[in-house]
């Protein structure tokens, strides 16, 4: 019998959460459908697709799109089948096997496969607990004591919805030998981004998303912001037709609507104020049940003793959310899923204390 390598041999494919009708408020999606009339405009895009033909490998019109929506120049950005591929292409081009990485723990998941699947060796940092905060100087010590080749973290973080300052990102950035893969997935809805600064530093690499602010999850849609010689490399590295026709067009008629995107984040954002509103009455009234941290993303954080036993108890009661990183997030959801969670919540609180 044909046996499989250790890498590969114990690794489990990603679950989601398949409970019919339920509240979904677990993946961190947007909550808004794509307007009408971006829609009319991906119908018209149908008729005009050449589908016998292999789509832009460089996605050229999608990336100045990006480009244009965020203040970048076009030759810095590369597009990607979700971020999620580009991590994958960063980790295989930037890593040599048995080279270092490092993580900011706890943080999203794939960055810890990515690497068991590049065979590199994983320093893990820990955050200091309860609060999830980062030491900034730790981590630079870490990375030059174990000669990092490749730190890479969220900011704002997923699962802990905090953010670093610029600032502070600037200094790790500058003061560590390896490549820095910065994930701003969620910094649509907060404001230390590093975009535009991308050429300042010859070892940064920013990563965007439109699956978050942008509503556009179901297209897989992800781009790296680099200066020009790590582009290079990053095109050089990715597969040639990487992204579909469609999602290219489907990605640029988008993003050519800024005050339709503009108004999809503030609706977000009014939901985030909501939900922490709520979460922070129910605090109020069951002190010392959970904390929240005061996060900056699309989702709420909050630590608390059993949250994955809070976590399978509000899926019995039709309402997903996720427990990952020692924590259980709740992603901002329309008004009448978020207070759907708050109900099943705050019952569940009054229950078990």
Known sequence: MYQLNEKIAGLAAYAPVDNAGCVRLDANESFLAVPRE??????????????HRYPDPAAEGLCRAFAGYYGVDPAHVTAGNGSDELISVIFQAFLCKGEA??????????????????????????KQRPGCAVDIDQVIETCRRERVGLL?????????????????????????????????????????????????FDNLII???????????????????????????????????NVNSLSQVMGQRMLEQ??????????????????LAGLGEIAREMPGWFSLLPGETNFAALVMEDGQGVQQELLRRGVAVRYTGGLLRVTCGLPEENQAFLRAFQNIGRGWI
């Open 101 to 126: 990485f490092a993580t900011l723990e706890p943080d999203f998941s794939m960055y810890t496969q990515a690497g068991a699947l590049a065979e590199a060796r994983h320093v893990a940092i820990q």
């Open 38 to 51: 971006v829609r009319a405009l991906w119908k018209a895009a149908v008729d005009e697709t050449e589908f």
């Open 207 to 241: 990563l965007r998303t439109c699956s978050k602010a942008v509503g556009m999850a179901a297209l897989r849609l992800g781009f790296a912001v680099a200066g020009e010689r790590l582009t290079g490399r990053l095109r050089a590295a990715k597969s040639p037709y």
């Open 258 to 275: 800024p005050r339709l995107l503009q108004a999809a984040l503030k609706r977000i954002l009014d939901s985030r104020r909501e939900l």
């Open 152 to 200: 890479i973290f969220s900011n704002p973080c997923n699962p802990t919805s905090l953010v670093l300052g610029r600032e502070d990102v600037r200094r790790l950035v500058g003061s560590v030998e390896g490549l820095v893969a910065l994930d701003e997935a969620y910094m649509d809805f907060s404001s230390q981004s590093l975009l535009g600064e991308e050429g300042a």
